[in-house]
């Protein structure tokens, strides 16, 4: 395909090239409290306008076995975006955004009920920020239900 031209350039750019790079690194502890952490490097670059993205991104996890069989878990994520284009969205439409955070919080109980059925009780935030024009999103989501192992 075509490579999209920047804005006020006329010439033809040729064909898209497209190049990508993703590195990230991680560390696990297993012992009474197992958690892990992990942090991720992405880069997409492009001669096409407003495809080219930075991302960084950070989670970590946690599981504790409570009392009464009851296991606790979580995980979070913090992450950056950024655009150095701007974010297209047509020729006419160009978000001049340059980043972007998305960030996630979840937990969940599940306790057994019998040898192969867990109940399980779970809520989740996720957030979205673009922080040059203070829009920001956020989403909430509870949850109660039942999950089947299938153990032999």
């Known amino acids: 395909t075509q490579a999209r031209p920047f804005?006020?350039?006329?010439?033809?750019?040729?064909?898209?090239?497209?190049?990508?790079l993703v590195a990230g690194a991680g560390y696990t502890y297993r012992g009474p409290v197992k958690l892990s952490l992990s942090y991720a490097f992405q880069e997409v670059s492009s001669n096409s306008f407003?495809?080219?993205?930075?991302?960084?991104?950070?989670?970590?996890?946690?599981?504790?076995l409570l009392p009464w069989k009851v296991t606790l878990l979580a995980q979070g994520s913090l992450g950056l975006s950024r655009?150095?284009?701007?974010i297209f969205l047509s020729?006419?439409?160009?978000?001049?955004?340059?980043?972007?955070?998305?960030?996630?919080?979840?937990?969940?109980?599940?306790?057994?009920?019998?040898?192969?059925?867990d109940l399980e009780l779970s809520w989740g935030v996720w957030s979205t920020r673009l922080p040059r024009?203070?829009?920001?999103?956020?989403?909430?989501?509870?949850?109660?239900?039942?999950?089947?192992?299938d153990t032999e």
């Open 7 to 20: 804005p006020g350039v006329t010439r033809e750019l040729g064909r898209r090239e497209d190049g990508g």
């Open 50 to 64: 407003g495809e080219t993205a930075l991302r960084h991104r950070l989670t970590g996890s946690a599981g504790v």
């Open 83 to 86: 655009y150095p284009d701007g």
């Open 91 to 117: 020729p006419e439409i160009i978000l001049v955004e340059e980043d972007e955070g998305q960030n996630s919080l979840s937990l969940k109980l599940a306790r057994p009920v019998s040898a192969r059925v």
């Open 133 to 149: 024009n203070s829009l920001s999103y956020t989403r909430q989501v509870f949850g109660v239900g039942f999950t089947w192992r």
